[in-house]
């Protein structure tokens, strides 16, 4: 794990601004399930920000996933005491799917704790890295 570029993304990409001390503590998982959705990656940042990135290949996709894809990560935010959650959305076509994303997610049920982020897929860092 590549805990330079994830806390890069995170404050730079994301806009997070967590206090230096939360960066102590990352916990990176690839590929791992969120319900019955396979996400590219799940960070933990020092158990206070809570990251889900799934990639996205189509709108439909982004219409079938992402309220889904909050509800999972809102319960876990809640459940584990985590202050937010942030979905990262790997697309392809940055403009068309942060517009259809960005209208999809103001008319989802959430609180002011939870956030969404386009970000196009050759911008991602890799992660795993080392």
Do not use: W
């Not at 985590?82 to 999809?104: G, H, K, P, Q, S």
């Amino acid at each position: 794990m590549n805990t330079g570029e994830i806390k890069k993304f995170v404050q730079k990409t994301l806009g997070c601004g967590c206090p230096e001390e939360v960066f102590r503590q990352i916990d990176y998982q690839a590929d791992i399930m969120a319900g019955n959705i396979l996400l590219s990656a799940r960070i933990n940042i020092g158990n206070r920000l809570l990251v889900y990135v799934a990639e996205v290949d189509n709108t439909e996709t982004i219409e079938n996933l992402l309220p889904q894809l909050i509800d999972i990560g809102k319960k876990e935010r809640d459940a584990f005491g985590f202050n937010r959650f942030r979905l990262v959305l790997a697309v392809d076509e940055i403009e068309e799917m942060e517009r259809i994303a960005t209208d999809l997610f103001g008319k989802i049920n959430k609180d002011e704790k939870v956030h969404l982020h386009a970000v196009s897929k050759e911008n991602m860092p890799d992660f795993s890295n080392t």
